[in-house]
């Protein structure tokens, strides 16, 4: 196997680490957005959020 040298070496590892960020850009408000609008509005949902998302920190 030829070693990586010139001017084009670590290309593709570049563009993977391009293509990486773009993907973290776009799920991540989303996934943000997504939890943030699941939250319970009121107390009574808010009690009872240790049962719907499995965490066990919300025990009031």
Known sequence: ?????GAHAGT???LVQRAT????AVAL???MAHF???LPVDFP??????HRFGCGFCCC
Not at 1 to 5: D, I, V
Not at 21 to 24: M, N, R
């Open 1 to 5: 196997m030829k070693p990586a040298t």
């Open 12 to 14: 593709g590892i570049w």
């Open 21 to 24: 960020a773009v993907v973290l």
């Open 29 to 31: 408000p989303g996934l």
């Open 36 to 38: 943030l609008l699941a």
């Open 45 to 50: 949902d808010g009690r009872d959020c240790s």
